[in-house]
């Protein structure tokens, strides 16, 4: 029995973290189309860094939720809402229930594991 508690200890313990990663990477490859655009290069290196600023971000959330479980899941959870939030300021379209699933989903998905972690540290 023992054994089993470690590995669900491992898997609440691992599944943010991964999830974040994933995550961030999946959000940078949207910076990815300012290579379409014909800015030349510093006009580049800024769209890449504009469009990167969430990724900044929850890059350096993920840093702190390594230690501070509680920071990555209000945060995350958070960035959730507030997508959900900026795509209903928009008028509505059946296409943006697919992109709330994919971004607020999974944000919201990793938030609860880094409170799920958070909670059973704190047991």
Not at 10 to 18: G, S
Not at 86 to 114: C, D, H, K
Request: overall charge positive; aromatic content about 20%.
């Amino acid at each position: 029995m023992a054994k089993s508690s470690h590995k669900i200890t491992q898997f609440v313990y691992w599944t943010p973290r991964i999830l974040s990663i994933i995550f961030i990477l999946f959000l940078a490859l949207f910076s990815l189309d300012i290579f379409s655009m014909d800015l030349g290069f510093w006009g580049t290196i800024l769209g890449l860094l504009m469009h990167n600023i969430p990724v900044f971000i929850l890059t350096a959330v993920l840093v702190i939720s390594w230690k501070y479980e509680i920071v990555g899941g209000i945060t995350f959870i958070l960035g959730g809402i507030i997508y959900v939030i900026l795509l209903l300021r928009n008028p509505f379209e059946w296409y943006y229930l697919s992109w709330a699933v994919q971004i607020s989903g999974i944000a919201f998905f990793t938030g609860i594991m880094f409170l799920v972690n958070w909670f059973k540290k704190r047991r």
